[in-house]
């Protein structure tokens, strides 16, 4: 397996800490409001690529946590006259169900803030003890100077980052890239800690749950959309490196951020799509579908264009899936176990690439017009039609497009063998009647 690691902006091949076993994370949702499309993408790419990487054999322990913390919880919770814990229950709930619907696996772990603070504030209280953190009348900065590299993820010089810093100057602060690990707050759930009562900053809670969740210093994968770059999985590093001398991860990945109609999405603009009302209107496989022809790294661009483009692609590979079950039900031919054919192989060479689905898509194309052939020819191959089969049907599975397994009952044979026997006859109005009953019961 392949993939483009944004410590090195370079493809390089994975070497797991761990043989045969992936420990991944990746950034999940600070959780004050509906997941939008764009939340959605980093859903569907990292289930995608857990999927992948175990269908290569890798044993994958996926961890992706809630925010549940934030200045965002807190206005929305005066905004709705609730407690803060409502509003972020309400929304894990909705992201979760998101998550369901667009037919990705549940995380091993899904840690929260709120159930990591007395781990967080050992953490600031080590960093600050080391010399790396500094307090200020109640607030708590991170020493950016202290770390060597800072910017080594983002590929941005201290220097650069220092003057763009100033404009925004927190006369408290030491350094004006300093952040923040821990925030003196009147208002809305607060903690004591050595320095305040008040509640950390976003910033250190993921290398604190990364610890945690997986008892190590250091995993395989680190995740999330290139917005977290920078500042926040670059924050991520220096603490780490601080507290314990190592990067988090061996390999950064990111993926690209969407835009609607062209442009990018955004509250301003009046553009957001709510993930769940796209599911519901275009349907979760559309969507899957639509969010992997493009490769993740690159931009993604959703329009009706790329959306029908989407839907009718997903709906041509389903139904040549499902008239090939129905052939092989038909005949009392048994799938075959191993899925070794040549598309197949392809498929999964695109995939280990560094995720590249245009390439894996051109392959599942390849399976169905194979298969499409296959099902035509009169004397039928049914060896050649069961390994496709079970090729088309996990390499879909890879991608999240889910489909229903076919079992013919006994009327169904019964009617199949009617409207051969129709035609044979050349009864076309017995035939028409036989097609219109199977087409009803959604077999043709």
Same mark, same amino acid.
């Given at each position: 397996?392949?993939?483009f690691?944004?410590?090195?902006?370079?493809?390089?091949?994975?070497?797991?800490?761990?043989?045969?076993?992936?420990?991944?994370?990746?950034?999940?949702?600070?959780v004050?409001?509906?997941?939008?499309?764009?939340?959605?993408?980093?859903?569907? +790419?990292? @289930?995608?690529?857990?999927?992948t990487?175990? %269908? $290569?054999?890798?044993?994958?322990?996926? &961890? #992706?946590?809630?925010?549940? +913390?934030? @200045?965002?919880?807190?206005?929305?919770?005066? %905004? $709705?006259?609730?407690?803060?814990?409502? &509003? #972020?229950?309400?929304?894990?709930?909705?992201?979760?169900?998101?998550?369901?619907?667009?037919h990705a696996?549940?995380?091993?772990?899904?840690?929260?803030?709120?159930?990591?603070?007395?781990?967080?504030?050992?953490?600031?209280?080590?960093?600050?003890?080391?010399?790396?953190?500094?307090?200020?009348?109640?607030?708590?900065?991170?020493?950016?100077?202290?770390?060597?590299?800072?910017?080594?993820?983002?590929?941005?010089?201290?220097?650069?980052?220092?003057?763009g810093?100033?404009?925004?100057?927190?006369?408290?602060?030491?350094?004006?890239?300093?952040?923040?690990?821990?925030?003196?707050?009147?208002?809305?759930?607060?903690?004591?800690?050595?320095?305040?009562?008040?509640?950390?900053?976003?910033?250190?809670e993921?290398?604190?749950?990364?610890?945690?969740?997986?008892?190590k210093?250091?995993?395989?994968?680190?995740?999330g959309?290139?917005?977290?770059?920078f500042?926040?999985?670059?924050?991520?590093?220096?603490?780490s490196?601080?507290?314990?001398?190592?990067?988090?991860?061996?390999?950064?990945?990111?993926?690209?951020m969407?835009?609607?109609?062209?442009e990018?999405?955004?509250?301003?603009?009046?553009?957001?799509?709510?993930?769940?009302?796209?599911?519901?209107?275009?349907?979760?496989n559309?969507?899957?579908?639509?969010?992997?022809?493009?490769?993740?790294?690159?931009?993604?661009?959703?329009?009706?264009?790329?959306?029908?483009?989407?839907?009718?692609?997903?709906?041509?590979?389903?139904?040549?899936?499902?008239?090939?079950?129905?052939?092989?039900?038909?005949?009392?031919i048994?799938?075959?176990?191993?899925?070794?054919?040549?598309?197949?192989?392809?498929f999964?060479?695109?995939m280990r690439?560094?995720?590249?689905?245009p390439?894996?898509?051109?392959?599942?194309?390849?399976?169905?017009?194979?298969?499409?052939?296959?099902?035509?020819?009169?004397?039928?191959?049914?060896?050649?039609?069961a390994t496709l089969?079970?090729?088309?049907?996990?390499?879909?599975?890879?991608?999240?497009?889910?489909?229903?397994?076919?079992?013919?009952?006994?009327?169904?044979?019964?009617?199949?063998?009617?409207?051969?026997?129709?035609?044979?006859?050349?009864?076309?109005?017995?035939?028409?009647e036989?097609?219109?009953?199977?087409?009803?019961?959604?077999?043709?």
């Amino acid at each position: 397996m392949k993939l483009f690691n944004s410590m090195h902006n370079e493809i390089e091949k994975i070497q797991p800490l761990i043989e045969n076993e992936i420990s991944m994370y990746v950034c999940g949702p600070t959780v004050y409001n509906d997941a939008h499309v764009g939340n959605a993408r980093p859903i569907i +790419v990292f @289930d995608t690529l857990k999927k992948t990487l175990e %269908e $290569l054999g890798y044993k994958v322990h996926f &961890v #992706s946590n809630y925010t549940d +913390v934030d @200045d965002k919880i807190i206005n929305k919770a005066k %905004e $709705l006259q609730v407690a803060e814990k409502e &509003v #972020s229950e309400r929304f894990i709930e909705a992201y979760q169900k998101v998550r369901t619907q667009l037919h990705a696996d549940t995380p091993d772990a899904c840690p929260r803030v709120t159930q990591t603070m007395d781990e967080i504030i050992a953490f600031i209280d080590l960093l600050v003890k080391n010399k790396y953190a500094y307090a200020v009348d109640g607030d708590v900065y991170f020493r950016v100077s202290a770390v060597a590299g800072y910017g080594c993820l983002s590929n941005q010089q201290i220097q650069d980052l220092q003057v763009g810093a100033r404009i925004d100057e927190n006369t408290k602060k030491e350094n004006p890239l300093d952040f923040t690990l821990w925030k003196k707050t009147e208002e809305g759930i607060q903690w004591e800690s050595p320095w305040s009562i008040g509640r950390p900053g976003w910033h250190t809670e993921c290398v604190v749950m990364i610890q945690r969740e997986f008892q190590k210093h250091l995993i395989d994968i680190h995740g999330g959309g290139m917005d977290l770059k920078f500042p926040h999985h670059e924050n991520e590093i220096a603490q780490s490196q601080a507290a314990y001398h190592t990067s988090i991860a061996n390999y950064w990945v990111h993926n690209g951020m969407v835009n609607i109609d062209g442009e990018k999405m955004s509250k301003s603009l009046g553009n957001v799509v709510w993930a769940k009302d796209m599911i519901k209107k275009i349907g979760a496989n559309t969507m899957r579908w639509m969010m992997l022809s493009a490769h993740y790294r690159a931009p993604l661009n959703i329009n009706e264009e790329s959306i029908e483009t989407a839907r009718k692609e997903s709906m041509k590979a389903l139904n040549t899936l499902k008239q090939a079950m129905i052939c092989l039900e038909r005949n009392n031919i048994n799938e075959t176990i191993d899925p070794s054919s040549e598309v197949y192989t392809q498929f999964l060479d695109a995939m280990r690439n560094d995720l590249n689905t245009p390439n894996a898509f051109a392959a599942i194309f390849e399976a169905c017009k194979q298969l499409n052939n296959a099902l035509r020819k009169r004397e039928a191959d049914f060896e050649e039609i069961a390994t496709l089969t079970t090729a088309l049907k996990r390499m879909l599975h890879v991608l999240g497009i889910a489909f229903e397994e076919i079992k013919l009952s006994e009327e169904d044979h019964r009617l199949f063998a009617e409207w051969e026997a129709a035609k044979a006859q050349r009864d076309f109005t017995k035939a028409d009647e036989y097609r219109n009953r199977l087409t009803q019961r959604g077999l043709l």
